[in-house]
């Protein structure tokens, strides 16, 4: 009986050594969820970061067309590296709405301040919530919406040229 005790703890072990090996190994970590894809918008009104209007996002997009809604952040590293890519959207006509997330009003004016406004008009998420809305997992991620208000595309990361062209091209 006493040796049964003894093997217990590496029987446990070892289940939970395949068990890890089977669920987290085997995942492939390169699949991101799309979940909002296909479905509607959430329903949220974020006020604006120049005059605080409040602004619906689903009214924004069947007001102007496809848009792009970006979570971006002036604490995000990743933010600053696609910020030129969201300029050259800008440049090209594509109207994009970024959503300052989890982000204070004077460190995101400083940041557009720095590196330039790529938006043609940017909400404050202060608390977050619009990103749990949204399905977040992280800044920046780019959110391409229909006239409709459907979610048509969602790119997580920072944009590249292939992946902005991508999304300007549903856009249109």
Not at 81 to 96: A, F, Q, S, T
């Amino acid at each position: 009986m006493n040796r049964w005790l003894a093997v217990l703890p590496l029987v446990a072990l070892a289940a939970l050594g395949g068990l890890f090996y089977f669920f987290a190994l085997k995942r492939d970590p390169q699949v991101q969820p799309k979940a909002l894809v296909g479905r509607q918008v959430p329903d949220l009104t974020l006020p604006t970061l120049a005059e605080g209007q409040p602004v619906r996002i689903p009214a924004a997009a069947a007001s102007e067309g496809p848009i792009l809604v970006n979570f971006f952040a002036s604490w995000c590293a990743p933010c600053e590296i696609e910020h030129p890519v969201l300029m050259g959207l800008k440049g090209r006509g594509v109207r994009v709405v970024g959503v300052a997330y989890k982000d204070a009003p004077t460190n995101t004016s400083a940041f557009l301040t720095r590196l330039g406004d790529p938006f043609a008009q940017i909400l404050v998420d202060r608390d977050g919530r619009a990103g749990v809305e949204f399905g977040v997992t992280g800044v920046p991620e780019t959110y391409l919406i229909g006239r409709d208000g459907k979610v048509l595309d969602k790119h997580t990361g920072p944009l590249d040229e292939a992946a902005a062209q991508k999304l300007a091209n549903r856009a249109r």
